[in-house]
C-alpha cells in the first residue's frame, strides 16, 4: 500500500523560502508514476503547484513557476518542494500527491501538511 | 487556460437522496476529467478518473459520466458519510486545473 508523508517547518518568514519534502513507502518513486505537489489556502480549493518525473522532468503552474522548485531523490525514496520569496499569501495545506502517467489524476495523497507565512 | 466551473456552489439534500453535481469546461477536455471527494481536515480522495472510471475501493454509488466540456458525477442514493466537498480536475498536458468545488450538505 502506498503511503506519502509530507514533513518540514510549519512556519516560515516573509520573503524566505519555503521547503518541504514528501517521503514515499510502499513503492519505488522510480517506477514509473509522476509526482505532485498541491496546496489549499485556509478555507479555499486546491491549486496544483508542480509535478515531476523520477527522471527529473518538471512541470511547474505558470503562475508560480518563477518561484517554485522541485527534486527528486530516489536513493531516499523522496521529493521535494522550494517555493521561494513567500508571503502570506502563500500560507496553505501543502499536500505531496502521486501522479498518473496519462491523465494526470492523483491517485494518493500524503495527509498534509501546513504552512503559516507569518514574521 | 482551461477553467472549470462547477455548480452548484452547494448543494442541500437528505440522506438516501439522488445527487447530481455538474462540471463544465471553458474548453474541450476529452474524457481527462477526475472527481475528488474532501472531508474537513481531510485530504482530497480520488473518486472518478477519465471521467468515468471508479478509482479503487470507491462505492458502486458513485458514477461520473460526460466528455468535452460537461461532466457530471452523480451519487445514486447519498449516504451519511457523502456529505463533503467535491471537485473536479482537469491534467492533461501539464494544463492541471481544479473546479472550485461543490459543497454537498446534509438538509
Known amino acids: 500500500q502506498v503511503q506519502l508523508q509530507e514533513s518540514g517547518p510549519g512556519l516560515v518568514k516573509p520573503s524566505e523560502t519555503l521547503s518541504l519534502t514528501c517521503t514515499v513507502s510502499?513503492?519505488?518513486?522510480?517506477?514509473?508514476?509522476?509526482w505532485g505537489w498541491i496546496r489549499q489556502p485556509p478555507g479555499k480549493g486546491l491549486e496544483w503547484i508542480g509535478s515531476?518525473?523520477?527522471?527529473?522532468?518538471?512541470y511547474y503552474n505558470p503562475s508560480l513557476k518563477s518561484r517554485v522548485s522541485m527534486s527528486i531523490d530516489t536513493s531516499k525514496n523522496q521529493f521535494s518542494l522550494k517555493l521561494s520569496s513567500v508571503t502570506a499569501a502563500d500560507t496553505a495545506v501543502f499536500y505531496c500527491?502521486?501522479?498518473?502517467?496519462?491523465?494526470?489524476?492523483?491517485?494518493?495523497w500524503g495527509k498534509g501538511t501546513t504552512v503559516t507565512v507569518s514574521s | 487556460e482551461i477553467v472549470l466551473t462547477q455548480s452548484p456552489a452547494t448543494l442541500s439534500l437528505p440522506p438516501g437522496e439522488r445527487a447530481t453535481l455538474s462540471c463544465r469546461a471553458s474548453?474541450?477536455?476529452?474524457?481527462?476529467l477526475a472527481w475528488y471527494q474532501q472531508k474537513p481536515g481531510q485530504a482530497p480522495r480520488l473518486l472518478i478518473y477519465?471521467?468515468?472510471d471508479r478509482a479503487t475501493g470507491i462505492p458502486a454509488r458513485f458514477s461520473g459520466s460526460g466528455s468535452g466540456t460537461d461532466f457530471t458525477l452523480t451519487i445514486s442514493s447519498l449516504e451519511p458519510e457523502d456529505f463533503a466537498v467535491y471537485y473536479c480536475?482537469?491534467?492533461?498536458?501539464?494544463?492541471?486545473?481544479f473546479g472550485q468545488g461543490t459543497k454537498l450538505e446534509i438538509k
Open positions: 500527491a502521486r501522479v498518473g502517467v496519462v491523465s494526470r489524476y492523483m491517485d494518493v
Open positions: 510502499g513503492d519505488s518513486i522510480s517506477r514509473g508514476y509522476y
Open positions: 515531476m518525473y523520477h527522471s527529473g522532468s518538471t
Open positions: 474548453q474541450s477536455v476529452s474524457s481527462y
Open positions: 477519465d471521467a468515468s
Open positions: 480536475h482537469h491534467g492533461n498536458n501539464w494544463r492541471n486545473t
